[in-house]
């Protein structure tokens, strides 16, 4: 929330006495802070409601090398910035200058982005928290570097790989895959279809991409749980039985949770890790609904930015 001209009357938590947050003021304020505020005359403010999932999406982004998926990255944010909100002092300067990127967000999100507009929007938010960033107050944290045994558990490709043509053999076993995920392939028939060894092979393959041919395998029936989970009514046992798997042996249940973060079960009902048990699962309709009619109140100058799925926060 940015002060742009007059000043508010700031109350943090019930009992907590009133302080004045000035022009050039910002407010930072987490979801389900208490939080209220009442003008002194004439006050125009412009207020930013971002999904908390974005910022920490980019966290995720920022900090690769240490954070090894989202849950951690939200971990880290509720460790980094403990405070349900924080006042930035940026100055009127500093908050004349924002004053036309803030307008043009507003205009921009009044109505449906664009593919150009959202990208703009995107850019302009930028440089909003480029300019607050070094306000904001975090805790000092220290995060370990991934271990070896984090990184092996881990069914995805590794982060950072060199990226080579794929031989044409190889592209072949992977598209045989894609198109029979439930078969039960062995690394001595992929091989044979590459006309190699099964050592060579599996060399080969993980240099294309960046994981052993029975990992790759596994994320492909992961990807496809989690369409047939979107899309239809299947049960999870059917489903798990559609992809090649054994829906008794608990296998399924353990690779999908460590590619996605969540059970089969937990995304059914609750959608992926980074979604509150609002949405966008069983959920969506009513949380969109929530969010629109909420978008849809005049409060002072304010702008909507909804730049990522999940709840406006």
């Given at each position: 929330?940015f002060?742009?001209?007059g ?6 938590g ?14 930072l304020?987490a ?19 971002i999904?908390?999932?974005?910022l ?12 090894p998926?989202?849950?951690a990255?939200r ?5 980094l ?6 006042v ?7 908050l ?16 449906d ?11 302009l938010?930028?440089?909003v928290?480029?300019?607050i ?6 805790e000092?944290?220290?995060?370990p570097?991934l271990?070896?045994?984090q990184?092996?558990v881990?069914v ?12 044409r053999e ?19 028939e992929?091989a044979a279809?590459a ?6 092979f599996s060399?080969?393959?993980k240099?294309?991409f ?12 992961v ?12 049960l ?6 559609q992809v090649?798997?054994?829906?008794h042996c608990?296998h399924?249940?353990l690779?999908?949770?460590r590619?996605?973060?969540v ?5 059914r009902?609750?959608?992926?890790p980074?979604?509150?048990?609002e949405?966008?699962g069983m959920?969506?309709a009513r949380?969109a609904?929530?969010a629109?009619e909420s978008a849809?109140?005049?409060v002072?100058r304010r702008i909507a ?5 999940g709840h406006?926060?």
């Open positions: 929330m002060v742009r001209d000043t508010l009357l700031v109350r943090l019930e009992q907590a006495a009133p302080f004045p947050a000035a022009t050039g003021t910002a407010l304020i979801p389900g802070a208490v939080f209220g505020y009442q003008p002194e005359g004439w006050v125009r403010v412009t207020t930013l409601l999904d908390t999932d974005y920490i999406e980019h966290l995720y982004w920022q900090h690769l090398d240490v954070i998926d989202r849950e990255a971990d880290l944010a509720t460790t910035y403990p405070a349900p909100v924080q930035l002092r940026l100055g009127e300067r500093q004349e200058r924002l004053g036309p990127i803030l307008d043009e967000l507003v205009t921009l999100t009044e109505g982005l664009s593919p150009r507009g959202y990208f703009h929007a995107h850019a938010l930028f440089t928290l480029a300019a960033a070094p306000l904001i107050h975090h000092a944290v220290a995060v570097p271990t070896s045994r990184r092996a881990r995805a490709p590794p982060r950072w790989r060199e990226f080579r043509p794929v031989r190889i592209a072949r076993t992977a598209a045989l895959m894609q198109n029979d995920i439930a078969k039960r392939w062995s690394l001595s992929l279809h006309c190699v060894s099964t050592s060579q060399r080969l393959f240099e294309s960046g994981v052993t041919p029975i990992t790759y395998l596994s994320i492909l029936r990807q496809e749980m989690v369409r047939l989970i979107r899309e239809t009514d299947l999870i046992g059917t489903i798990t039985d090649g798997w054994c829906r608990g399924a249940t690779v999908f949770r590619y996605m973060g059970t089969p079960f937990e995304y009902h609750y959608g992926p980074t979604a509150t048990r949405g966008p959920g969506v949380a609904k929530s629109n849809k109140q005049p002072a930015v909804e730049l990522s799925t406006m926060l």
